[in-house]
């Protein structure tokens, strides 16, 4: 409602019932199959190739990097990719799955003392807190994932059902995304706050106000 409080609607007509149920799934056997094989099929071209991640990742830098210059100009757009580039060489992605699992495992303290020491960790605490955690929800909790798929896998440390392999797929793909959503977040995050201080804000709300755009931005 208008004023934050939230009002919870319960419907006791049964056709309204089964209209948001879409219970009509269950008699249109034969649609529901083809469905599957077809989002079968395509993932496999996605979900379950291991090289489209890293090329999707890729993929996104540049197109983001168009779009970006597109919109500021083609300097950004190559600060952009400079900056995935960096993230990458700089072992960027290897600290963004470390931050998920200490995320994951709420690990806050020891979250705080490599953000005290390293910058990009300092982003990525940053972007959490402003509310970036929701982009990427999955994220930052594959290391959780990954800890529940190794209690189910056990000593044998073979996969045998779908969903224990598609834990490790989606664990695969989350670290570039993560990866990609931080150096864009950083990127942005510097933009607007050069922009913010040449209209006179403080510094304090020249980078508020920096990073609650660049999060909204990536």
Do not use: C
Request: glycine letters at 8%.
């Amino acid at each position: 409602q208008p004023d934050g409080s939230i009002k919870i609607v319960e419907l006791h007509d049964p056709k309204q019932r089964e209209a948001l149920r879409r219970s009509y799934r269950m008699t249109q056997p034969l649609i529901e199959y083809a469905n599957m094989a077809t989002s079968a099929l395509g993932q496999m071209h996605t979900r379950y190739n291991p090289s489209f991640a890293p090329m999707n990742f890729v993929r996104d830098a540049l197109t983001n990097a168009f779009t970006l210059g597109a919109e500021l100009g083609p300097e950004k757009a190559g600060k952009l990719i400079t900056a995935v580039a960096s993230d990458v060489a700089g072992g960027g992605m290897v600290k963004s799955m470390k931050f998920a699992a200490l995320y994951a495992n709420g690990k806050f303290d020891e979250i705080d003392r490599l953000a005290a020491k390293d910058q990009y960790y300092q982003d990525l605490k940053d972007y959490v807190a402003m509310g970036g955690k929701v982009s990427y929800l999955q994220g930052v909790a594959a290391k959780g994932a990954l800890d529940e798929l190794i209690k189910e896998v056990g000593r044998s440390g073979v996969l045998k059902r779908k969903d224990q392999i598609d834990k490790v797929v989606d664990i695969w793909n989350d670290m570039f995304e993560l990866s990609s959503r931080a150096a864009t977040y950083r990127v942005m995050r510097d933009e607007f706050l050069a922009e913010n201080k040449k209209e006179g804000m403080s510094d304090a709300d020249a980078l508020a106000d920096a990073q609650s755009h660049a999060v909204e931005y990536a």
